[in-house]
């Protein structure tokens, strides 16, 4: 067990110096995961940062495949979002999901992001978070993010796309010729091997993603008020809902607290024009709520234009284990890897 958690910080220790690296978030690009593990919102724009810098994605990234193929790809939940005479209003998605509790709530937000052999990816994302880091992202009270709260949210999201690649499964992953020569240094049973491979070339590739930006929005409620609303969403739909009934459901009226909205990237200018132009009331209540977005063709279409490809909406990252060719060594290289990653994912 020493040993192990003896390569788990030499995975850290230098893991910045990668060959040659790059600042760029391209298809089959590699990245050490281990480097910022619970940390990545530092090197990738997930959630607001209070920067005045321009930049979505600053992880270190190197070139590992000799030919890399892009092939037509289609954000998940991705769709176009048509006026009453089909029109296209909005190209994107609009959703809500009901998160029984904070770690739902960190799992629903991040859903989108996937990283191979990782059972819990957003916690490559959160595990650094203090309660009031996690409040702060998701716009909500400290005090309802403790694991004690024992409340319930549902997250309401709208996201407007603007770029996106995947790597074609024609690509051979074959590795380029130092990545190549590299792999000839990984000896069967040296564990230290790997490490240091992973430290020069990474630990996974990029294999998709998807940037623009999002607005979001979290309601916080006690755990019988959520299980009602919960219940009467699943099993009639939202559009059999009278706008009362669904406005009173998204207002202080049944929640604890009705989050801020927040722009995934972080720009004012955009969560400024929604507090402004979806602000709503509720008997005595006034608060902005992305539910007035919710079949409003006018503001959809607003949004739509100014939501920028500010934020990365959609990763999908796979381990580097296809570059190794020979089938021993990529079974003990992937097994190595595999381990690595429960063991941080244990202690962190």
């Not at 979505?56 to 979002?81: A, M, S, Y």
């Not at 990816?121 to 309802?144: C, K, M, Q, V, Y």
């Not at 969560?271 to 602000?279: G, I, Q, S, V």
Request: hydrophobic fraction near 40%; include cysteine.
């Amino acid at each position: 067990m020493l040993t192990t958690r003896l390569l788990a910080v030499a995975l850290v220790v230098g893991a910045a110096v990668l060959a040659a690296p790059e600042q760029t978030l391209n298809i089959g690009r590699a990245m050490n995961l281990f480097t910022r593990y619970g940390y990545l919102t530092l090197s990738m724009r997930v959630v607001p940062r209070n920067d005045s810098k321009v930049w979505l994605f600053r992880e270190p990234t190197v070139k590992i495949f000799q030919d890399v193929k892009p092939e037509v790809f289609k954000p998940r939940n991705g769709r176009k979002i048509p006026s009453d005479d089909q029109k296209v209003v909005f190209h994107g998605d609009f959703h809500m999901e009901f998160c029984d509790n904070v770690r739902q709530l960190f799992h629903a937000y991040f859903r989108d992001f996937s990283i191979e052999k990782l059972d819990k990816p957003w916690t490559a994302f959160t595990n650094s978070w203090s309660s009031a880091d996690a409040a702060r992202e998701l716009g909500i009270n400290a005090s309802f993010v403790t694991s004690q709260s024992g409340h319930s949210f549902i997250l309401v999201r709208v996201s407007r796309w603007r770029d996106s690649g995947k790597l074609a499964e024609a690509t051979t992953r074959r590795p380029i010729g130092a990545v190549a020569k590299e792999i000839d240094n990984v000896k069967i049973g040296d564990e230290t091997t790997v490490v240091n491979f992973i430290k020069s070339y990474g630990s996974h590739y990029v294999h998709s993603f998807v940037t623009g930006n999002a607005l979001y929005q979290v309601y916080v409620y006690t755990p019988s008020v959520y299980a009602k609303i919960k219940e009467r969403l699943k099993s009639q739909g939202i559009s059999e809902l009278s706008a009362f009934e669904l406005g009173g459901y998204f207002s202080p009226w049944h929640a604890v607290q009705v989050g801020k909205i927040m722009s995934a990237s972080g720009n004012q200018t955009v969560t400024e024009w929604a507090d402004k132009n979806l602000e709503t009331s509720f008997y005595l209540y006034k608060f902005p709520s992305l539910l007035r977005l919710h079949g409003n063709a006018e503001k959809l279409k607003q949004l739509d234009s100014m939501l920028l490809n500010e934020a990365v909406l959609q990763l999908d990252l796979r381990t580097v284990t296809p570059v190794f060719q020979e089938p021993q060594q990529r079974y003990f290289f992937e097994k190595t890897l595999d381990n690595q990653i429960k063991l941080w994912e244990f202690n962190m």
